[in-house]
């Protein structure tokens, strides 16, 4: 993450062997649900992203102005495509997966924010997600000190300008603001897919979720927590119990870490009941 007023684009050049083999974080999303769901057939998922980033390589063409290009851009997704917050009735875990919302044309502020600002950078415009006091939304820079905020359910713009004698330690800073990258993006998505998955009782899919997060984060202790609390759901209490007591050596400073030493403690007691 990284806090706006920052040139985050000066040691881009550090990445480039990386992104020259690490496809969108778009693509890695969509790919995911493979991971948790192994029947799914993402094929229409593809071709209609692929569709879509033809209409906008057309619509490149034929403006090229930036703020036009935005202003048309913003016009075709949520008047001609109709993308929007959804209205119905539909889990979570299913709204925040892109095959859903590019299917249904609908999804969570997330997935809204993760394609619009796709498209944004199919018309060569410096988007980025971005989040705000826990919100997400789109960052587009016009210039080192103008750009746009767009909440993504609605397409609502906010223009500003970073002020030139702007001085944050006179108390002047602008609000608080964190633009999301690739892998940042990704592991995101799939934080709140774990959630989403947890508030449904899919257990499972919550674990794989997890799993994947580790596998970018390497023995992250709160990841660790989580696993154990998802193996124990999955009577799995002895790996729950070793996550669990990995959380509170790594972190024994932690508000909840009189909860986890109490369920440690149960599953001790349960293992000890059943031998």
């Known amino acids: 993450m990284t806090t706006l007023g920052f040139d985050e684009h000066d040691e881009s050049y550090l990445d480039d062997a990386y992104d020259e083999f690490t496809p969108p974080a778009i693509y890695r999303c969509i790919k995911a649900e493979s991971k948790w769901d192994p029947q799914i057939d993402l094929t229409p998922c593809y071709e209609t992203l ?50 859903y919302t590019l299917s249904m044309r609908s999804g969570t502020p997330t997935t809204l924010a ?35 905020i767009i909440e993504p359910s609605s397409g609502q713009q906010s223009w500003y300008i970073i002020p030139e004698n702007a001085d944050e330690e006179e108390g002047q800073e602008q609000e608080p603001l964190e633009l999301i990258f690739d892998d940042e993006l990704y592991k995101l998505f799939l934080a709140q897919q774990k959630w989403s998955f947890i508030s449904e009782n899919k257990f499972g899919h919550a674990l794989t979720c997890v799993e994947m997060l580790m596998e970018l984060l390497g023995d992250d202790p709160y990841e660790r927590r989580d696993r154990g609390y998802l193996l124990n759901q999955l009577d799995c209490p002895k790996m729950a119990r070793d996550d669990l007591q990995f959380f509170v050596d790594e972190c024994p400073d ?16 349960n293992n000890k009941t059943h031998h």
């Open 114 to 148: 993760i394609l619009l600002c796709h498209f944004l950078q199919q018309a060569n415009l410096d988007a980025n997600l971005s989040i705000t006091q826990g919100d997400v939304g789109v960052h587009v820079a016009i210039s080192d000190e103008e750009g746009y």
């Open 50 to 99: 692929t569709d879509f980033e033809q209409q906008i390589t057309v619509l490149c063409l034929k403006v090229s102005d930036e703020h036009d290009r935005l202003e048309k851009l913003l016009d075709v997704f949520y008047s001609d495509w109709l993308f929007s917050a959804s209205s119905l009735k539909v889990p979570e875990y299913k709204l925040n997966t892109l095959s």
């Open 254 to 269: 932690d508000p909840a870490i009189e909860i986890i030493q109490h369920q440690i403690e149960e599953l001790e007691d």
